[in-house]
C-alpha cells in the first residue's frame, strides 16, 4: 500500500520545524506536536523517540538528552520499525514505531520520515549553535557585546535594572602577567575570573560579558557592589609554571555606573567605560561615573580625531621659555613647549599631552617639536644669530619606540645643526622596567652628542641611586622644591642646600624652574645653582618675542 510521505500533516510539521525562530529548547516539542498526525497519516500504532546531543565545544547553554512517546493509539504492533543516526559529536536520533501489518511501503516512508525528522533536528540544533557563539566568548564563555546587547536591552526598557550598576572591568598589567607567566595561564585567569562571577551572582542576578583582550563588562544589584569588589579584592589563581604550581594575586580596576529607570543600553556602556578611562588615568581603581567625566571623554575624542590634520596645519608652536644665567642676567638657554593654537585659541598642554600620551600618539608630537628647533636653528644660523642650546622634551612613552636616537640624529643632522645645541629632557619619574630603555636611549644620545638633562629632579624616591645610574649633563630641580622657598633654614631649604653641592662636586650642571620671585633667585644663587628658568625672567616666549631675546643678549640686563 503505497503511504503519502508528502501529506498535508507532514509538509505542517515540515514549516513548523524549518523556522528561522527555533532553538534547541524547541524541538521535543515540535516533535510532540506534529509527529501525531503524521504517524496516523503512515497508518501506524505508535512512535516514540530516544534524542541525545551533547553541546557542541564552545557554545553555551545545554544539549539535548530526552525520550518519550510521540504516539499510540492502542492498536496492534505487529511489526517494528526503527530508524537511529549518529551525529559528529558522539550524539544520537533514534525514531520507534509498531505497525498492524508488516508493510515494506510504510517501512521505506517511516525511514524517510525518520532521516527528514533527523535533517530538521540537525538544522535546529546548528542554528542554535551559531547563534549562540554569536552572542558567546569562545573562550571563557561569558556574553560577548552583541550577547550583552541582547540580553540587557529588553531588561533595561522594561524597567527590570534601574537598581543596577554596570561596571566596566580591566585586569591591571595584564599584559604583563601574560608575558611572565604565559598566555594559557593568563587565559585560565580570564575563565576562572568568569566562573567565578557566575558562581556568585547566578545566570539571573548579574551579567558579564568580555569585551576582548581582559576587558568585561558586568551588571549586578547596586546592592550587590561590596560583594563583587571583595571578589576582585580577594581574586587569586592558581597557575603551572616551569618550577610548579603558584599562586598569584590579581588586580582589578573599574568604572561604576549606576543605572536609572532613564538609562539605555548605549548610555550605560558609554557611561561605565567612561568612568574606567578615569580609573585607568590613575585617579583610582574604583571610580564612579560623574557627568563632567562625559565632556572630558568628548574632548579628549575631539583631540584624537583633530590630531592627525592639526600636526599636519602645522597647529602646534613651540614657544622657547629663556633660561638666564642670575649672575650676569644673560641668557644662556631656552626649553622648547608646545602649544596648541586652534581657531586663534590656545588649548592648553595638558588638555592634550596627556591624551597623546595616553593613546600613543605622543611621539609624532615630540619628533614634531625637534624638527621645529632645528628648523628655527638653521634659520638663526643663517641670520648670523648665534643659538643658545635647547632643551627638548621627549616622554616616557617614547622610551619603546625603535631606535628614538636615531630618529631624533637624522632630524637634526637633515638641518646640519650642532649637537651640542641640542639638549633631550627626560623626567625622572619613570618605572623599574622603564630604566634599561631609558638608560639604553641616553647611552646612544650621548654617543651622537647631545646633552641630557633630568627633569623633576627630586620628585622621585630613586634620586640618589639615579645620579648613580644615570650619567646626565643637566639636573633640572623640581619647582616643588621651589615654591615658597625663601632661606635655607628650613627643612626643604637644608634637602635643597646639599642636593645643589652633590651635583656640583658630580661636575652636573643645575637648574632651578618654576622661579618667580627675587629672593628665590638670590637664594639660589646663594647655594650654587646660578641658572634660572621662571617667570621671574620670562614666561614661554612665541618664536618672534624669542628671536628678540637671542639678537640682544643683554636685554635681561637692561631690563
Given at each position: 500500500?503505497e503511504r503519502p510521505i508528502m501529506s498535508d500533516s507532514v509538509m505542517r510539521m515540515i514549516n513548523a520545524m524549518s523556522s528561522p525562530e527555533n532553538r534547541r529548547g524547541d524541538v521535543i516539542k515540535l516533535i510532540e506536536t506534529y509527529t501525531p498526525d503524521v504517524a496516523r497519516d503512515l497508518g501506524l500504532t505508535s512512535m516514540s523517540f530516544d534524542v541525545d546531543i551533547p553541546l557542541t ?114 585586569i591591571k598589567n595584564f599584559k604583563y602577567i601574560n608575558q611572565k607567566i604565559g598566555m594559557p595561564n593568563g587565559d585560565k585567569i580570564l575563565k576562572e575570573f568568569v566562573k567565578r562571577f557566575k558562581k556568585l551572582f547566578g545566570e539571573r542576578e548579574g551579567y558579564i560579558a568580555r569585551l ?348
Amino acid at each position: 500500500m503505497e503511504r503519502p510521505i508528502m501529506s498535508d500533516s507532514v509538509m505542517r510539521m515540515i514549516n513548523a520545524m524549518s523556522s528561522p525562530e527555533n532553538r534547541r529548547g524547541d524541538v521535543i516539542k515540535l516533535i510532540e506536536t506534529y509527529t501525531p498526525d503524521v504517524a496516523r497519516d503512515l497508518g501506524l500504532t505508535s512512535m516514540s523517540f530516544d534524542v541525545d546531543i551533547p553541546l557542541t565545544p564552545g557554545a553555551r547553554g545545554s544539549g539535548m538528552k530526552t525520550s518519550g512517546v510521540m504516539f499510540d493509539n492502542g492498536g496492534e504492533k505487529a511489526a517494528e520499525y526503527i530508524a537511529r543516526f549518529e551525529t559528529v559529536n558522539g550524539g544520537h536520533i533514534e525514531v520507534k514505531a509498531t505497525s498492524a501489518v508488516e508493510d515494506p511501503e510504510q517501512r521505506r516512508a517511516f525511514e524517510t520520515l525518520s532521516a527528514l525528522i533527523f535533517a530538521l533536528c540537525g538544522k535546529i540544533n546548528s542554528v542554535t549553535d551559531l547563534d549562540t557563539l554569536s552572542v558567546t566568548d569562545g573562550l571563557t564563555n561569558a556574553m560577548n557585546m552583541s550577547g550583552l546587547r541582547r540580553k540587557l536591552v529588553p531588561l533595561i526598557e522594561s524597567g527590570q535594572l534601574k537598581e543596577h550598576v554596570s561596571l566596566f572591568l580591566n585586569i591591571k598589567n595584564f599584559k604583563y602577567i601574560n608575558q611572565k607567566i604565559g598566555m594559557p595561564n593568563g587565559d585560565k585567569i580570564l575563565k576562572e575570573f568568569v566562573k567565578r562571577f557566575k558562581k556568585l551572582f547566578g545566570e539571573r542576578e548579574g551579567y558579564i560579558a568580555r569585551l576582548g583582550a581582559d576587558n568585561f563588562v558586568v551588571a549586578i544589584k547596586s546592592e550587590q557592589v561590596s560583594e563583587l569588589s571583595e571578589l576582585m579584592k580577594s581574586f587569586r589563581v592558581t597557575i603551572t609554571g616551569k618550577e610548579g604550581d603558584a599562586e598569584i594575586k590579581v588586580y582589578f580596576r573599574c568604572g561604576l555606573y549606576y543605572m536609572t529607570e532613564d538609562s539605555t543600553f548605549d548610555e550605560m556602556m558609554n557611561c561605565c567605560s567612561c568612568a574606567y578611562a578615569y580609573a585607568r588615568s590613575g585617579k583610582a581603581d574604583f571610580v564612579e561615573y560623574e557627568p563632567y567625566m562625559m565632556e572630558d571623554e568628548h574632548r579628549t575624542k575631539k583631540v584624537l580625531v583633530t590630531f592627525p590634520e592639526a600636526i599636519q596645519a602645522r597647529e602646534f608652536r613651540v614657544y622657547y621659555q629663556p633660561k638666564v644665567r642670575s649672575s650676569d642676567n644673560k641668557l644662556v638657554g631656552a626649553e622648547a613647549l608646545c602649544r596648541w593654537i586652534s581657531d586663534g585659541r590656545v588649548i592648553p598642554p595638558m588638555q592634550f599631552i596627556p591624551v597623546l600620551e595616553r593613546f600613543g600618539n605622543i611621539n609624532r608630537l615630540d619628533l614634531y617639536v625637534v624638527d621645529t628647533v632645528a628648523r628655527d636653528m638653521r634659520e638663526w644660523l643663517d641670520k648670523g644669530i648665534e643659538p643658545v642650546r635647547v632643551s627638548l622634551n621627549i616622554s616616557r612613552r617614547d622610551l619603546s619606540v625603535p631606535d628614538l636616537a636615531g630618529k631624533i640624529d637624522d632630524i637634526v643632522n637633515s638641518y646640519d645643526i650642532p649637537h651640542e645645541l641640542i639638549e633631550i629632557e627626560l623626567t625622572e619619574t619613570y618605572t623599574t622596567d622603564e630604566l634599561p630603555m631609558m638608560l639604553k636611549l641616553i647611552n646612544e644620545l650621548k654617543d651622537l652628542g647631545y646633552k641630557i638633562s633630568i627633569d623633576d629632579f627630586g620628585s622621585g624616591y630613586s634620586t640618589l641611586t639615579m645620579l648613580k645610574t644615570i650619567h646626565a649633563d643637566i639636573i633640572k630641580l623640581d619647582r616643588a622644591f621651589i615654591k615658597d622657598m625663601k632661606d635655607s633654614s628650613t627643612e626643604d631649604g637644608i634637602i635643597l642646600r646639599n642636593v645643589v653641592h652633590m651635583v656640583n662636586e658630580l661636575d652636573i650642571e643645575v637648574i632651578a624652574e618654576g622661579v618667580e620671585k627675587a629672593e628665590q633667585v638670590s637664594f639660589l644663587s646663594g647655594i650654587g645653582c646660578d641658572v634660572i628658568q621662571g617667570y621671574y625672567y620670562d614666561k614661554p616666549l612665541p618664536r618672534e618675542e624669542f628671536d628678540l631675546r637671542l639678537s640682544d643678549r643683554e636685554w635681561y640686563s637692561k631690563r
